[in-house]
T-cell receptor, first 114, second 116 residues
Framework: DADVTQTPRNRITKTGKRIMLECSQT?????MYWYRQDPGLGLRLIYY???????NKGEISDGYSVSRQAQAKFSLSLESAIPNQTALYFC?????????????FGSGTRLTVV | QKEVEQDPGPLSVPEGAIVSLNCTYS??????FMWYRQYSRKGPELLMY????GNKEDGRFTAQVDKSSKYISLFIRDSQPSDSATYLC????????????????FGQGTILTVHP
């Protein structure tokens, strides 16, 4: 099993619908992140959580919300999807220690809003 | 202005070429610098990381950081078709009083294609 699992892998939804993207991890990391990737724009941070009780907005949080249900689970919701939220979404985890650099990413969810 | 700017490419090189990938940044508080490699339809994977200015070598890959110029580079020697991917630079501040790093800010990514 993958260390970071994202579901669904692909999703097509209609404008105005509510949709939830889920992420679970077996790394035991406290920190979890949601990024979106668009061509030419790289990865942009939507929300991040450094522990279960800590939720922070990233640079592009408008139109999104998150829930940290447990250390291992971090969900991203689009309350009312719009076409410009069509993108590739990645969940990532880290323990944040300089002895163990880097994030572990999931395989991504490709979301299309029509 | 974005905090991190990456040469967008795309780059197309013949097998065996030396590849140079570059990023500049504006936030002088960045102290952790990383390069990620992303294959098509996959999540990014950490390739190299460094904390200080100077060079760090790992096989065919060399990461270079120049904090005075706010410039980082990744060099790939003897490039292979398997190196074809999107390369992303990323960086983070260091939290005061600790050894931990915070959220990563990524560059836009450079698509590299190495032709046999």
């Amino acid at each position: 099993d993958a260390d970071v699992t994202q579901t669904p892998r692909n999703r097509i939804t209609k404008t105005g619908k509510r949709i939830m993207l889920e992420c679970s991890q077996t790394k035991g990391h406290d920190r979890m992140y949601w990024y979106r990737q668009d061509p030419g724009l790289g990865l942009r941070l939507i929300y991040y959580s450094f522990d279960v009780k800590d939720i922070n907005k990233g640079e592009i949080s408008d139109g999104y919300s998150v829930s940290r249900q447990a250390q291992a689970k971090f969900s991203l919701s689009l309350e009312s999807a719009i076409p410009n939220q069509t993108a590739l979404y990645f969940c990532a985890t880290s323990d944040g220690q300089s002895s163990n650099y880097g994030y572990t990413f999931g395989s991504g969810t490709r979301l299309t809003v029509v | 202005q974005k905090e991190v700017e990456q040469d967008p490419g795309p780059l197309s090189v013949p097998e065996g070429a030396i590849v140079s990938l570059n990023c500049t940044y504006s936030n002088s508080a960045f102290q952790y610098f990383m390069w990620y490699r992303q294959y098509s339809r996959k999540g990014p994977e950490l390739l190299m990381y460094t904390y200080s200015s100077g060079n760090k070598e790992d096989g065919r890959f060399t990461a270079q950081v120049d904090k005075s110029s706010k410039y980082i580079s990744l060099f790939i020697r003897d490039s292979q078709p398997s190196d074809s991917a999107t390369y992303l630079c990323a960086m983070s501040v260091r939290y005061a009083g600790g050894t931990s790093y915070g959220k990563l800010t990524f560059g836009q990514g450079t698509i590299l294609t190495v032709h046999p």
